[in-house]
């Protein structure tokens, strides 16, 4: 990224492996920093409530609600959130393109596609 601001990433994702190595990626980035992590929906709404978040990693089969109903709350209380959809299952893809989010990421991509992705999405903070 060019942009020297930081960008503010929320991770949710019931496997803690998976918060971790996203973590500990990101966290190596000049200019990105986790800024909370969910384990599920609930968890999700009240870490979006408490301050600034720039880009939600979330994962498709998150626990709580049906996704598409997720992401139909999500649309309504932060329409200008940037989501990536992540999940290890191919045929996520395009359901989750379909439902609207900015991006899809498979659990099994490399470092350099995760920050790719986060690179090519336009900063902002909601």
Do not use: C, Y
Not at 28 to 48: I, S, Y
Not at 57 to 86: C, F, K, N, T, Y
Not at 87 to 114: C, D, H, I, Y
Request: charged residues 20%; negative net charge; proline residues 8%.
């Amino acid at each position: 990224m060019n942009d020297i601001e930081t960008r503010h990433i929320l991770v949710a994702d019931d496997q803690s492996h998976v918060r971790s190595a996203l973590r500990l990626l990101l966290e190596q980035e000049p200019n990105m920093v986790v800024v909370g992590e969910a384990v599920d929906v609930t968890g999700l709404f009240k870490r979006l409530e408490r301050g600034p978040v720039d880009v939600l990693l979330l994962d498709w089969d998150l626990p709580g609600l049906p996704i598409r109903h997720v992401l139909r709350l999500l649309q309504l209380e932060r329409p200008s959130l940037p989501i990536i959809a992540m999940s290890s299952r191919p045929e996520a893809r395009q359901q989750a393109l379909q439902a609207g989010v900015a991006a899809f990421l498979s659990k099994g991509a490399p470092p350099e596609t995760v920050l790719s992705l986060l690179a090519q999405l336009p900063q902002t903070t909601t």
